[in-house]
């Protein structure tokens, strides 16, 4: 069974537990990870939009999840959102457009 | 027993279920609620950041389910990311800038 | 403008972050929270189940908040999913069973 | 570069965008996935416990979306919280039965 693939926008927030109080050190190497395989990324106060085919932000997410256990974090805690469609295609853009088109002035 | 009023980022989601395919009017609305309450916001691919004193961030996050129930929808799930530190102070754009500061160019 | 209180279903994911690597002593403190407050729940792998009138449940969580800063822990970070519906009532129980009457056996 | 295979708890919320107001149909659907695939599962009220390899784990998310795409459905979100760790290992019940052992009576 062979599956088309489908683009997501998926939205990570990695948390590493029992480390110091900082994450953005930990958020700044996921981010190459997410450049480095050439996905579109957007960050935010509180996690990175990553844009992309499926399989590639899914197997992106579970090397950020690796790198860090060999940068020597125990135990790390993510939220992911991930969001796919298939009547459209629309980019981290458009749907940050797609809001601000309708807020009240 | 009275707490300190402390100050919180929060990032909404909030999706209708069972409507049409198109979330971007509900989270203008919420946006709305943010804004008249006087937080700030910034809105992203797949969320709305929130920066504001804890009680009044989740009491308009309840207001935004309240007038999207007002608004006819039947069910409504959100995902709500929720972070408050008591060692210092960390606005919307310190916390973007904490991380790009950090990735290697 | 006051709205009518809805039941909600809410499932709390929380984490201290610059603390230790053991979490659970913060999630059972924030059970007993919603306990106390006469709120029903549910603890599962990675979160917990809390069923109650929206107003009551977000209350509580923010006394999460401010519990576990006043045990000492400087940041916290939450994921919360949060439900509401107003076509019908659905128990933590019957949203189980709803799915579990599904599965193929 | 090759990592070691981590074994991760994960926690599934899928929703359905612009179809009825019924999610549990997908639930079912995705756990028979997990089921398939030899994972170890725990439903409750607004998720499913996944317990495997990462890699597997993922490409099980994976397929949820194709599934679901492939049965019409044009937009999925969903929520995942991810933890993987390297300190020891614990499944789905010790993780609940830590929290459980510290409730007050």
């Known amino acids: 069974?062979?599956?088309?693939?489908?683009?997501?926008?998926?939205?990570?927030?990695?948390s590493a537990i029992g480390e110091g109080r900082s994450l953005s050190p930990y958020v700044a190497k996921c981010l190459n990870v997410f450049t480095q395989a050439g996905l579109r990324?957007?960050?935010?106060?509180?996690g990175t939009n990553i844009e992309g085919p499926l399989p590639k932000v899914l197997?992106?997410?579970?090397?950020?999840?690796n790198i860090l256990h060999e940068d020597g974090v125990?135990?790390?805690?993510?939220?992911?959102?991930?969001?796919?469609r298939t009547d459209r295609m629309q980019s981290i853009?458009?749907?940050i457009n797609a809001v601000s088109s309708k807020v009240t002035p």
């Open 1 to 14: 069974m062979k599956y088309q693939e489908h683009i997501a926008i998926a939205d990570l927030s990695i």
């Open 41 to 46: 990324t957007n960050i935010h106060a509180l």
């Open 59 to 65: 197997s992106c997410i579970e090397t950020c999840h």
């Open 74 to 84: 125990a135990r790390i805690i993510s939220n992911i959102r991930l969001t796919t």
């Open 93 to 95: 853009e458009e749907k």
